[in-house]
């Protein structure tokens, strides 16, 4: 969905789009959704898209920011959950790393393995 600059001049959404986060996805981040958000967003693109193919009157800008905001408050929620659920997940797996380290450390298996300096000599 591509949306002209112009077409948000002078609202309310022009100057809180910058609020939402998901605008600033890294590249290997992605908005997950469940089915149950999809058919939602899809609802939502489908109530905007059909107003833009509406016969335009003084009520179709406004009809359309709103929906996008709708579109972008949904989106904005779901992108916030997914990494809520990702830290809960992610605290667990950490959790067994830091175990994992920690028993190591304790059972003084780093002592007992040949650390040598690195060899800086030619030929290595």
Request: charged residues 20%; glycine residues 4%.
């Amino acid at each position: 969905m591509l949306i002209h600059p112009d077409f948000l001049w002078n609202t309310t959404l022009a100057t809180t789009i910058k609020q939402y986060g998901f605008f600033g996805y890294s590249v290997n981040e992605a908005l997950y959704l469940s089915a149950r958000e999809e058919k939602k967003i899809l609802g939502i693109i489908k109530n905007i898209r059909q107003e833009y193919d509406s016969n335009i009157d003084r009520f179709s800008q406004g009809i359309i920011i709103s929906q996008l905001e709708v579109l972008f408050n949904y989106s904005e929620r779901y992108y916030n959950r997914q990494f809520i659920t990702r830290k809960v997940s992610n605290y667990k797996v950490l959790t067994a790393l830091e175990d994992i380290l920690t028993k190591y450390y304790n059972s003084n298996a780093l002592a007992q393995k040949d650390c040598l300096p690195y060899n800086t000599s030619p030929g290595h």
